[in-house]
T-cell receptor
Framework: EADIYQTPRYLVIGTGKKITLECSQT?????MYWYQQDPGMELHLIHY???????EKGDLSSESTVSRIRTEHFPLTLESARPSHTSQYLC???????????????FGQGTRLTVV | AQSVSQHNHHVILSEAASLELGCNYS??????LFWYVQYPGQHLQLLLK??????LVKGIKGFEAEFIKSKFSFNLRKPSVQWSDTAEYFC????????????FGRGTQLTVWP
């Protein structure tokens, strides 16, 4: 079954640690996204990619980095986690549609990150 | 200023009551419009979408939404809610001018009492 997977679902980690949040999709979608979601706030786009070797920063400044070496894989890395990084991180994907329009995004279950 | 506005942050209803959640956006040009729902402990799921054509769109679970271009609005409606509709609802806009980037509102938490 085509889907989008995020691991881990929950992560509690100490300050200064390096972490990688995994995201994989089996739908063959070109476009992938990372959103940050805090309670009561809108989802903020932090990174996106139009395809392999393409990555762009989103609207919300983030100290995280991403890579897109394979179509299906879009991991997010924090080199040195801080308490301010505590949040929920959502991964999504979509196909090209028509000029990147007329297409819907599919979301993973999210990773809830707590940095202590 | 927020570009996608959802007017209600928390709505509480009894079962069988009618629902309308407001959504306004501030972008001109070509847009796609979406409502996503997030049930407790689950991922965001598409409820319905508008790309073009009939401005009244029907989604899953009896939900519908109306696109009113002149008002930059895309309000979500359901004639009779159920307890199982308790969830968070997000309005989202895909802008053609920014190559399909998706912008979200803050979400509306709907609580339905049985």
């Amino acid at each position: 079954e085509a889907d989008i997977y995020q691991t881990p679902r929950y992560l509690v980690i100490g300050t200064g640690k390096k972490i990688t949040l995994e995201c994989s999709q089996t739908m063959g979608h070109d476009k992938m996204y990372w959103y940050q979601q805090d309670p009561g706030m809108e989802l903020h786009l932090i990174h996106y990619s139009y395809g392999v070797n393409s990555t762009e920063k989103g609207d919300l400044s983030s100290e995280s980095t991403v890579s897109r070496i394979r179509t299906e894989h879009f991991p997010l890395t924090l080199e040195s986690a801080r308490p301010s990084h505590t949040s929920q991180y959502l991964c999504a994907s979509s196909d090209r549609g028509q000029g990147w329009m007329n297409t819907e995004a599919f979301f993973g279950q999210g990773t809830r990150l707590t940095v202590v | 200023a927020q570009s996608v506005s959802q007017h209600n942050h928390h709505v509480i209803l009894s079962e069988a009551a009618s629902l309308e959640l407001g959504c306004n956006y501030s972008y001109g040009g070509t847009v796609n419009l979406f409502w996503y729902v997030q049930y407790p402990g689950q991922h965001l799921q598409l409820l319905l979408k508008y790309f073009s054509g009939d401005p009244l769109v029907k989604g899953i679970k009896g939900f519908e939404a109306e696109f009113i271009k002149s008002k930059f609005s895309f309000n979500l409606r359901k004639p009779s809610v159920q307890w199982s509709d308790t969830a968070e609802y997000f309005c989202a806009v895909n802008r053609g001018s920014t190559l399909g980037r998706l912008y979200f509102g803050r979400g509306t938490q709907l609580t339905v009492w049985p």
